[in-house]
């Protein structure tokens, strides 16, 4: 059952004052262990929400799962479902009202002092209650992201694991699927990671990554444009380091988050403009009114933040959260956002969280002054960063 929680939350208002900050709705924590935390949130037709995370009974050597967790409007718990020996990737509803689930495990060998990385992906759909009803399993595969698409079927995104002394160290893929989660196409990309994908207003795809995924360099962020069956429309790629998200606008083009920076492309996959957020890591990408949102956490103090931008990525508001970081961000159709996270207790535990928030006015006209999302000091200790870098490395 989820605590409500009162919590003190830092907010830092912007330059300018015809914005409105947003303001928390609810909070709720989740402790289906002493160390949990959620990787994915999406709302859900009947006002609630669906939330995908994980826990571990011990941080070293304990047993582990995935936890599905569907809450009502106001984050209090409906029920929970458990996915042993796997982590979390991806949620999301399907229009029967059930779930489809993106979920992997890894493991990690030496050979020749370099690190062998080897395990599989899982794609589970669940009815409305959330009791499986099958899974398909991936191979060699690791699962960034799974998106139900318009014929009934299912697309995989993320990347294969090569063997030692490949070329590549990773190749990203995207797998189409049918209802059932049979493939009935997939596309390879070698010496790329895909860590996002959606599928796009015409029924195509776009997917964003790296093409260096242990190391994250500058100019190795890519987007790929597919058509409805997989065929290529385009590829790009920009000066940031990672694709983390993206989301497309009503008029067609695409906004991305990174580490450090957040982006807007034209349709084409032209560069409309790149900011930098020094020190900032944006897990999450969202819109809204006049301008986007961008959710994360601060890679220097583990704070979690959001703020939004005008439709040139000026930032306009800002809030930061103590004690606690962001891993996923879903807007809602009534406005409000829900954040997804994990939540640092001062007794040395963590706590999947939810929080929603609301009031998120349209941004003005004009131009403020630029602003930046404010640091703040987290005494979050070194295990519970290690729960909380699971998000990228499984």
């Known amino acids: 059952m989820a ?3 009162i919590a003190v939350l830092l907010s830092m208002g912007m330059a300018s004052a015809a914005t409105t900050t947003p303001t928390i709705a609810w909070n709720a924590s989740f402790s289906p262990e002493s160390y949990s935390k959620f990787d994915a949130v999406a709302p859900i037709t009947d006002g609630g929400y669906i939330a995908l995370g994980f826990a571990v009974t011990d941080l070293y050597g304990g047993s582990e799962y995935t936890v599905l967790i569907k809450t009502d409007g106001q984050g209090n718990e409906v029920w929970s479902k458990r996915f042993p020996d796997m982590a979390p990737a991806s949620v999301a509803e399907t229009a029967d009202g059930g779930y489809i689930i993106g979920a992997y495990n890894t493991s990690r060998t030496v050979v020749d002092q ?5 395990g599989s992906s ?17 191979p060699d595969m690791k699962v960034s992201a799974v998106q139900p698409t318009a014929d009934g079927g299912y697309a995989v995104i993320g990347w294969l694991w090569n063997p030692l002394g490949s070329e590549s160290d990773t190749t990203a ?4 699927t049918d209802g059932n989660g049979q493939p009935t196409w997939n596309r390879t990309i070698p010496g790329k990671a895909a860590y ?8 195509g795809y776009i997917i964003g990554g790296t093409t260096s995924p242990f190391n994250n360099d500058l100019g190795d962020a890519f987007l790929l444009r597919l058509d409805a069956e997989g065929q290529t429309l385009w590829e ?3 000066q940031a380091p990672v694709v983390y998200d993206i989301t497309e606008t009503d008029d067609g083009r695409f906004f991305y988050t990174s580490n450090y920076w957040y982006g807007l492309v034209e349709e084409d996959g032209t560069e409309v403009w790149l900011k930098n957020i020094e020190g900032l890591s944006g897990h999450a990408a969202a819109l809204q009114p006049g301008g986007y949102v961008v959710a994360g956490t601060n890679a220097r103090t583990s704070e979690g933040f959001i703020f939004g931008t005008d439709e040139d990525g000026t930032i306009l508001w800002n809030r930061t959260f103590p004690d606690a970081g962001i891993n996923a961000a879903s807007g809602a159709p ?12 001062s007794d040395g535990s963590s706590t999947a969280w939810l929080i929603n928030l609301e009031g998120v006015t349209a941004a003005p006209t004009g131009t403020p002054t630029q602003a930046a999302p404010g640091f703040g000091a987290i005494g979050a200790g070194a295990a519970l960063l290690v729960l909380a870098g699971r998000k990228w490395r499984g």
Not at 122 to 134: K, M, N, S
Not at 173 to 176: G, H, L, R, V
Not at 334 to 345: K, S
């Open 3 to 5: 605590v409500l929680l």
């Open 114 to 118: 370099r690190f062998v990385y080897q």
């Open 122 to 138: 899982f794609l589970i759909r669940t009815d409305a209650a959330g009791t499986e009803e099958w899974r398909q399993v991936f």
């Open 173 to 176: 893929t995207i797998i189409k």
């Open 196 to 203: 996002a994908g959606i599928v796009t207003a015409d029924g």
């Open 236 to 238: 790009r790629n920009y």
């Open 334 to 345: 009534n406005g409000t956002y829900t954040l997804a996270g994990i939540r640092y207790p």
